[in-house]
């Protein structure tokens, strides 16, 4: 009687793991459309690089700004070049190329890097609600509470945090096997479109990154709306002046944050089902929103637009030399 051989599964996932490359489907097959988006996104990306390295330099070379807030703000400028950077490229490059192709391994890169900023910016724009928090309701010890060294070991916290995160997100996400069809149905490497075309059933891992992803956008989203409506009720006993400014400080933030986490929640708070507005959603997370954070922060903040004065005057002043 002939023996059967119990099967390797995981032998047998790793045999259908085949697929060494994904084609990204993109916004359009159309060629004067992909012309026409090439030169928006360029230009769109070239103007988020100018602005945020702008206020980082500018935050650098002024003294003045030499505060945790505008410390967290550099590091989100930072954040925003570095997030834009993992996706725009690519799809630039794909406007221009008949074959939207990515490689696995690039895919995978890809996915690790966009949730690393994505993140760990919504980590810092935690901590840069609990900075405003500190500032205005108990200014008196702000210095004490958020000192260099606190606002450093924060920044670390964060980034770590953003990493594990990452980590977990792709390691779910490598371990299934992919043996076609190919298509990504968006302009990027995502997570939740990816795992759609891993040839398993992917409910538990769905279910996973709705609790990781999802949990964290909308948790952070919670505490941050608390946050800010305790220092809106806060700042009722405040003069004129600076519950001007201490408003317009908020306003800014409350915006990032909404449009930035609102991206988050409505794509990975539920399991991988595609829908049409997930294409318009994904372009203002990754191309719209790094653009519009210095546009925020510098027309509704006085001392940026100070700093910036300063910073273009003095170099007027040495040309002149």
Known sequence: MEERGIPNWTA???NQTLVTEFILVGLSNDPETQLILFVVFLVLYVLTLAGNFLIVVTIVHDRALHTPM?????????????????????MLADFLSPEKTISYGGCVAQMFFLHLFACTEIFLLTVMAYDRYVAICNPMHYLTVMSHKVCLLLAGTIWLGGTVHSLALIGMTIKLPYCGPQEVDNFFCDVPPVIKLACTDTYI?????VSNSGLISVVCFVVLVVSYSVILVSLRNRFAEGRRKALSTCAAHLTVVTLFLGHCIFIYSRPSISFKEDKVVSVFFTAVTPLLNPIIYTLRNEDMKRALNKLVGRKVSMEKK
Do not use: G
């Open 205 to 209: 891992i769905e279910i996973l990154i």
């Open 12 to 14: 047998v996932a790793q």
């Open 70 to 90: 505008y410390f967290f703000l550099s590091n989100l400028s930072f954040i925003d070049i570095c997030h834009s950077t993992v996706t725009v490229p690519k």
